[in-house]
T-cell receptor, first 114, second 109 residues
Framework: DTAVSQTPKYLVTQMGNDKSIKCEQN?????MYWYKQDSKKFLKIMFS???????INETVPNRFSPKSPDKAHLNLHINSLELGDSAVYFC?????????????FGEGSRLTVL | LAKTTQPISMDSYEGQEVNITCSHN???????ITWYQQFPSQGPRFIIQ???TKVTNEVASLFIPADRKSSTLSLPRVSLSDTAVYYC??????????FGTGTRLQVFP
């Protein structure tokens, strides 16, 4: 009964490859996010979707493409992976009308690019 | 967007009360103050949120002075399992939440 689940938990791949990380939430929330946490532990927002619509798109290379097939899913596809993409990627969700700033995070997906 | 400043690290012993203070001098009228906890290899977890004065829940208390330019997260009688990074954030529901560097709390036996 995991609230926000991400797959895979670990991903090791070579430079230049394309990979996807999937996220699903069963909380009935209508907003979902992708955050990136680098080796220095800075946690930065990348994207935000509300009811399948892109709301926030931070300065992220266009090699990163989020896709939301429905409001319970937000997937992250990364093309032409680079060494600097190595990080932990967190999916999160929130509900409209909830406490401002209350996000529910997944366990994270650790991406290692070799 | 309001920026936050908090100590990089703090040490404590089991059973003590820990107070982590966060500065947010540029907090806006509509901003709430939110604290998250993150254990290694896990996503951040919402702990507590407040707008002014004092808020208390089963995990922590949050003290906010009248000018709201700072806030203090208080953890009563910490245990080893409270060892984590604690993030202070300010913003309203329309803002992109900005996580700073956080405060790394180490609890010793």
């Amino acid at each position: 009964d995991t609230a926000v689940s991400q797959t895979p938990k670990y991903l090791v791949t070579q430079m230049g490859n394309d990979k996807s990380i999937k996220c699903e939430q069963n909380l009935g929330h209508d907003t979902m996010y992708w955050y990136k946490q680098d080796s220095k532990k800075f946690l930065k927002i990348m994207f935000s979707y509300n009811n399948k619509e892109l709301i926030i798109n931070e300065t992220v290379p266009n090699r990163f493409s989020p896709k939301s097939p429905d409001k319970a899913h937000l997937n992250l596809h990364i093309n032409s992976l680079e060494l600097g993409d190595s990080a932990v990627y967190f999916c999160a969700s929130s509900r409209s009308g909830g406490a401002p700033g209350e996000l529910f995070f997944g366990e994270g997906s650790r991406l290692t690019v070799l | 967007l309001a920026k936050t400043t908090q100590p990089i690290s703090m040490d404590s012993y089991e059973g003590q009360e820990v107070n982590i203070t966060c500065s947010h001098n540029n907090i806006a009228t509509n901003d709430y103050i939110t604290w998250y906890q993150q254990f290694p290899s896990q996503g951040p977890r919402f702990i507590i949120q407040g707008y002014k004065t004092k808020v208390t829940n089963e995990v922590a208390s949050l003290f906010i002075p009248a000018d709201r330019k700072s806030s203090t997260l208080s953890l009563p009688r910490v245990s080893l399992s409270d060892t984590a990074v604690y993030y202070c954030l300010v913003g309203d529901y329309t803002d992109k939440l900005i996580f700073g560097t956080g405060t790394r709390l180490q609890v010793f036996p």
